[in-house]
Every structure is written in structure tokens, then in C-alpha cells.
């Protein structure tokens, strides 16, 4: 499918620039254009090589939480070097002149068409039963059950949790266990087993090394969580010393050049997010105003960089009196721990607010925040106070970079994550940070955003 989308999207991109830079028949040009045409579909097969070579249709079947964002790098590499290699080809033998223009409009279509079309054939084939893989979790302890509920609350991984592997010792009366890791292989061909996730177990480390050559030979895919996965951000580079592979954990902290260029996207964001979206953010105010009563913001300390607090701007999307309410809502508080307090359905929230918040339009005057400097586009979720002051030790690392409006935390589930694994990801963002992450993580908030609007509708 992915395939397909390729050629569609690079056949549908030629077609356009062609019609957008009418053949000059007084020209002195060897090829007509439907010769042209020609010439570029033979060429199809020699694009896909490419972005063969480029990585661009094996990742899925790796990486459960792969996207088309993930692949906008291959996809630009793929398109021009595609678009360099043509034009020197037919320069060179002299089959066509093409034109600087034609060139530059295919170049441009390309990248936004394959990408595009490329976002539609996974949402149709992780809609359909075929895609699924069959999964065992090998280890049935707290971590396996952690993935186990992470899995089952991310359909678009793609993953079918057929059960755990795990000996009878460590078998949790309320998890499914299919059997001891000795019948692992078995176990794989029973259940046509498609990918198998080792966690932490109680096996020696030569019985899981035993267990993983056990399946080289079967045709599955077979995911390790490695030890000290809680640092381990899934960029962490791996390099070698005479064949032993090395996971590298580069030092954390942002240096003088990252910050002013994350500081620069910041301010050019919001600045242009700002004045593009004046009028939205009117009609918002005016809906607000109409809806309820209220003031039209809802302003809350937050800590922020350094541990100074400062105050947050948010759209009111609660009746007035949703803070003297709170407490009589304490026990449908969705988080157990008590860390935090998300409800689900909350009473308090007025009509428009349901919308804003499920469309992420209440997070918009926060653009005002990051004009100020006391937030980032993307960053650690901002907390009260009272979070603030349960986060002790290694999580006080989150405080060296300025909370953002959307994040990991966001990205992943939101409301749904608990406060520790909040920490974990908060942790993981400031100590790996860089620029594709940020433009990474702003792109795959978009999707977040239409699914929250799909729901309000």
C-alpha cells in the first residue's frame, strides 16, 4: 500500500507540473510530452529503489509507533535525489530539456502528495483485522503489564496481545499466562504468533539469550526492552567496539545554540500563530462569553523553568465555580494515586468548553506564554504547585527546560498517563532533545487534534 501510494502521488505530481507549464511547441525540445510521460513512468520503478534504500517500507513492521512523520526525511531525501538523478540524466543524454520550474513544482507536489497519500493508506490498512499482529509478552510482571495496557490503549500500534509467556512462579492470577518460557516456541506456532516482546522476566540472562536464538529462524519480529529503558529515549544512538553494539545516552542539557534556536522557533511560531489565528481566537472569546458566565481566560500557577512559577493562559472551558466543586468530585478522579485529577465527563465543564478542550483550542492563548517566555511549543506538561511538590530526585530534571504546550505527555494519551510515567516522559524529553524531535512531536500532535474533534463530533 505504501508502495502504491509512491507511485500514485509522484505520477499524480508530474501530471500536475506538467499541466501547469504548458509544452512550448516553438521550443527546441527532443521529446513531446507524452513521450515525457512515458519516460517518467519507466522511471517509477527506479523512484521505489530509492526509497527502498531510503528505509520506507520495512519501519512498520519494526517499530509499533511508526508514522508518516517518521518518514518525511526519507520521503524528502527520497524525492530529491529522484529529482537531482532525472534531471541529470536527461541533461546528459540529451532525451529532454527539462524546465528549472516543471523541476521545482514536481519537487514541491511530491513531498506533500506521497506524504499525504501515504498518511491515507495506513489509516485505511490499520482499520483492517489482516494488519494486526499477533503478540506475546514474555514476562508477566509489572513491566509486561505495563506494555500489555499501553498496547491496549494504542489500537494504531497495530498490535493483537495474544498473551503472556512467563513461569509459574511469576504468573499474576489476574494476567493471562499461556505457558513457561521453555514452550515459548511452541507457544509462537500455536497462536501464529507475529511478534514476541521480551520484558523483564525471572530467566537468567543465557535462558533469554537461549529463548531469542530459539526464534531466529521463525518468521517474527521480536522486540527487547532493554535494561534502564526509563533513560533510554527511542533516538538513543548505538554504535560499536569490535562488534559489541553500545547504546549511547548523549550528555543532557541543551547547549548556547539549541537554546537560541529553540528559543527562535518559539518566538516565530507564536508571533505567526498569533496573528493567523486572531480571528478564530475572537469568535472563541465571543462563544465563551455567550455560553457562560465568566471571564473569558482562565489564568493558574504553574511552575516553570528553574522552579518559578508563573501563570498560565487557557480559555475557561469550566462553569465559575468548578474550584469550589472540586472537591465533591474527588471520587470520580480517573487517577487513583491522587497526583493529579482529571474526570472523566467532568460536570463542570461547560458546553463550549467540552469542544475546546477536545479540539486542544482552550491551549491556544498559551501562545502568549511562549511570546513571554515562560513556556515552549513543546516542552514538559506546566504543573500546579501541589504536582510540583511531590516530584523529587531525578524528576526535578523536567524543571531544566521550559514546560510546552504540547509534548510528549500529550502526544502519547494525555489524561490517561499516570503522574509517575508523566515523570518518565518529561525525563526523557529534556534529557534527548532536538530540533526533529520538537517538529516531530508538534506534527504528530495534529493527528491528536483531529481525532479529540472526531470524538466532539
Not at 509467556?165 to 492470577?173: K, M, Y
Not at 500563530?273 to 478564530?280: A, E, T
Request: with cysteine.
Amino acid at each position: 500500500m505504501l508502495a502504491v501510494a509512491d507511485i500514485v502521488g509522484l505520477a499524480a505530481s508530474f501530471l500536475v507540473a506538467q499541466r501547469l507549464f504548458a509544452h512550448d511547441p516553438t521550443a527546441q525540445d527532443p521529446i513531446s510530452p507524452s513521450s515525457e510521460t512515458l519516460l517518467f513512468l519507466a522511471t517509477l520503478p527506479a523512484w521505489i529503489l530509492v526509497a527502498k534504500l531510503q528505509g520506507l517500507y520495512e519501519r512498520d513492521e519494526e517499530r509499533t509507533d511508526h508514522s508518516t512523520v517518521d518518514d518525511l526525511p526519507g520521503i524528502f531525501h527520497t524525492v530529491t535525489v529522484g529529482v537531482w538523478l532525472f534531471f541529470v540524466s536527461t541533461w546528459l543524454t540529451g532525451a529532454a530539456v527539462p524546465q528549472v520550474g516543471k523541476l521545482v513544482a514536481f519537487w514541491l507536489l511530491a513531498i506533500v502528495l506521497v506524504s499525504l497519500l501515504r498518511v491515507t493508506s495506513r489509516a485505511f490498512c490499520r482499520r483492517c483485522t489482516w494488519y494486526l499482529q499477533r503478540t506475546l509478552i514474555v514476562g508477566a510482571d509489572a513491566l509486561g503489564r505495563t506494555i500489555a495496557r499501553k498496547i491496549s490503549k494504542h489500537p494504531e500500534y497495530g498490535l493483537d496481545l495474544v498473551g503472556f509467556v512467563d513461569d509459574p512462579s511469576a504468573r499474576p492470577e489476574t494476567t493471562s499466562v499461556l505457558g513457561p518460557t521453555h514452550q515459548l516456541r511452541s507457544l509462537v506456532r500455536h497462536h501464529a504468533v507475529e511478534r514476541v516482546i521480551f520484558a523483564q522476566s525471572h530467566e537468567s540472562a543465557d535462558e533469554t539469550l537461549e529463548l531469542l536464538r530459539s526464534l531466529r529462524d521463525l518468521d517474527v519480529q521480536i522486540d527487547v526492552v532493554p535494561r534502564y529503558h526509563e533513560l533510554i529515549s527511542p533516538g538513543a544512538g548505538i554504535h560499536s567496539v569490535e562488534g559489541i553494539p553500545l547504546l549511547g545516552l548523549a550528555p543532557s542539557g541543551l547547549s548556547r545554540s539549541s537554546a537560541l534556536l529553540k528559543r527562535t522557533m518559539d518566538v516565530a511560531v507564536a508571533v505567526a500563530g498569533l496573528v493567523v489565528l486572531s480571528p478564530l481566537l475572537t469568535l472563541i472569546a465571543i462563544a465563551i462569553k455567550v455560553d457562560s458566565r465568566g471571564p473569558i481566560l482562565f489564568r493558574q500557577a504553574r511552575i516553570g523553568c528553574g522552579g518559578r512559577p508563573f501563570q498560565v493562559d487557557k480559555f475557561r472551558t469550566m462553569t465559575e465555580d468548578a474550584e469550589e466543586r472540586k472537591a465533591g468530585l474527588a471520587h470520580l478522579n480517573r487517577h487513583a494515586d491522587g497526583k493529579m485529577f482529571k474526570v472523566v465527563r467532568d460536570p463542570r465543564v461547560t458546553r463550549i468548553g467540552r469542544f475546546l478542550r477536545q479540539t486542544c483550542l482552550d491551549e491556544l492563548p498559551q501562545l502568549w506564554n511562549v511570546l513571554r517566555g515562560e513556556m515552549s511549543l513543546v516542552g514538559p506538561r506546566p504543573l500546579i504547585p501541589e504536582e510540583a511538590q511531590l516530584v523529587h530526585g531525578w524528576g526535578e530534571r523536567r524543571l531544566a527546560l521550559k514546560p510546552g504546550i504540547t509534548g510528549l505527555w500529550q502526544v502519547l494519551g494525555s489524561s490517561t498517563i499516570a503522574f509517575d510515567e508523566m515523570l518518565d516522559l518529561d525525563y526523557l524529553y529534556v534529557t534527548n532533545w532536538s530540533p526533529w524531535g520538537d517538529l516531530r512531536l508538534i506534527l504528530r500532535t495534529l493527528p491528536v487534534v483531529v481525532r479529540g474533534a472526531n470524538d466532539a463530533g
